[in-house]
Structure formats: C-alpha cells, structure tokens
C-alpha cells in the first residue's frame, strides 16, 4: 500500500497551464503503475493519464496532457497544457504496484490506493 498526497492545483486561466504532482511514500513506489483521474461536479470519474514503473510507457487520454514521473523523488507530474474551462475538476492519482515492467493501467477498478485530490479550476 502506498499514501499518496496530489498538490498543484489551483486556478489557471484557459489557455494556459497547469502542472500537478503526486507524492507517494514508501521505498518502493518505483514499483507502482500511477494514474491520473478527473471528476467534475455531477460527472463520473474520468481516465487523463497513466504511467508504468519505471517510465517507459504512457498512455494519455488528450494529446494535451503529459505525464512524467521521477522515482528518486517519489513523484509523478501530470501536465496540463492548453487549458479548457472543461478541465475544471478535482484530479486524482492512484496507484497500482506490479512486478511487470511496462505495464499500465487506465480503468478506476484497476488501482488499489488512491489520492485525496487536487482542484483545478480553469476561467474562460
């Protein structure tokens, strides 16, 4: 199991950007799948992106959106570049630890800890 705490959220205008973080504890977070999520107010929980352990693979939901990770800090970013009031939700990251380097994951039920959130709010 993993803690994981999300920051960088905030208000950004539409167009710009944003990018928020995803702290996980523990030694051994390098071993863990990350993925980014959405919820908007009155929305089902949305797909953004997904990371493999180690980096090598992605998977993103919006040409839009990069998603990185740096291991030695235990972090993963997720970029949101060219912002739309229609990104405005609270992002979620979560988790899921695998021994298959290169694996990846993108639906909710696949992730086993999960964040607290971070709003990001975008004005027109």
């Known amino acids: 199991q993993v803690q994981l705490v999300e920051s960088g959220g905030g208000l950004a205008q539409a167009g710009g950007c944003v990018r928020v973080?995803?702290?996980?504890?523990?030694?051994?977070?390098?071993?863990?799948?990350v993925g980014w999520f959405r919820q908007a107010p009155g929305k089902e929980r949305e797909f953004v992106a997904t990371?493999?352990?180690?980096?090598s693979n992605t998977y993103l939901a919006d040409g839009r959106f990069t998603i990185s990770r740096d291991n030695a800090a235990n972090t993963v970013y997720l970029q949101l570049n060219s912002l739309k009031p229609e990104d405005t939700a609270v992002y979620y990251c979560?988790?899921?630890?695998?021994?298959?380097?290169?694996?990846?994951?993108?639906?909710?039920?696949?992730?086993?800890?999960w964040g607290q959130g971070t709003q990001v709010t975008v004005s027109s």
């Open positions: 973080s995803c702290s996980g504890s523990g030694r051994t977070f390098g071993s863990y799948v």
């Open positions: 979560a988790a899921r630890q695998t021994a298959v380097d290169g694996d990846y994951f993108w639906q909710t039920y696949e992730f086993d800890d």
């Open positions: 990371i493999s352990a180690s980096g």
